[in-house]
């Protein structure tokens, strides 16, 4: 009796165990899977949508008119997408280097999307048609609220990576610090370069290169 009750017992735990670890898993999932969403849906919708011009229109403004739809529910997946990964990389993390902070920033940035999503942007640059060509004098509140989520996402993966960097390098993983080191400062450059007339496509690059990360770094875990 003693024995088949200690069998039980230990067959439950490793039942558990493996449970936690599909569930984490999918969690990673979510996280590799939120950068390629969000890149090819918003492509897909550059491509298509008639009078849409990226070289002067930001990406946010495709959740204004008939279709806005669309991309609203782009930002809000993509951000429920990464608080997954975050979870699932607070889960493989804990009690190591980075393993705190680094799943933090990862859910602002999950969170900012999803804020991004719910409050779009007033028209503007000539989008949807009949908007005023230039930006918008004054700024609703939810434009306002937009502006807060897109500074969430945009500023907390860069220093994510950071936060990464100093704790791959302290491991000796310094093929992954440089990388992480380079996204950060790529971001950066990018968003900082001093030309108003090209900025929506450099955020759609900064966009390019922060999902880039992290869908490497929620794709790690998961082929250890």
């Known amino acids: 009796m003693t024995t088949t009750a200690n069998e039980t017992s230990a067959g439950s735990a490793v039942a558990g165990v493996d449970s936690r670890r599909t569930t984490t898993r999918a969690l990673l999932s ?24 990226l ?27 990464a608080l997954a990964g975050a979870v699932g990389l607070r889960r493989v993390l804990r009690g190591e280097p980075g393993g705190t902070w ?48 897109a500074g969430l996402a945009f500023g907390s993966l860069p220093i994510a990576c950071l936060v990464f960097a100093r704790a791959w390098w302290r491991a000796g993983q310094r093929g992954w610090a440089a990388y992480s080191v380079g996204s950060a400062l790529a971001v950066v450059a990018i968003l900082a370069w001093p030309d108003q007339d090209t900025l929506s496509v450099r955020m759609a690059l900064a966009c390019v290169v922060t ?4 869908t490497a770094l929620c794709t790690r875990p998961l082929t250890r």
């Not at 070289?55 to 997408?81: E, H």
């Not at 999803?114 to 949807?128: A, E, H, N, Q, R």
């Not at 999902?211 to 992290?214: A, E, H, I, R, V």
């Open 55 to 81: 070289s002067r229109q930001p990406l946010s403004l495709l959740a204004l008119g008939d279709l806005g739809w669309i991309q609203i529910a782009n930002f809000v997946l993509t951000g429920l997408l």
């Open 102 to 149: 680094g799943p933090a920033l990862i859910a602002v940035h999950g969170i900012g999307l999803i804020i991004g999503g719910v409050l779009v942007s007033d028209p503007s640059m000539g989008w949807p048609a009949g908007a005023p060509e230039g930006a918008p004098s004054t700024l609703s509140w939810h434009a306002v609220g937009h502006g807060i989520g």
């Open 30 to 53: 979510g996280g590799v899977l939120a950068g390629p969403l969000f890149v090819v849906v918003a492509a897909a919708q550059v491509l298509t949508r008639d009078g849409f011009d």
């Open 211 to 214: 999902f880039g990360w992290l």
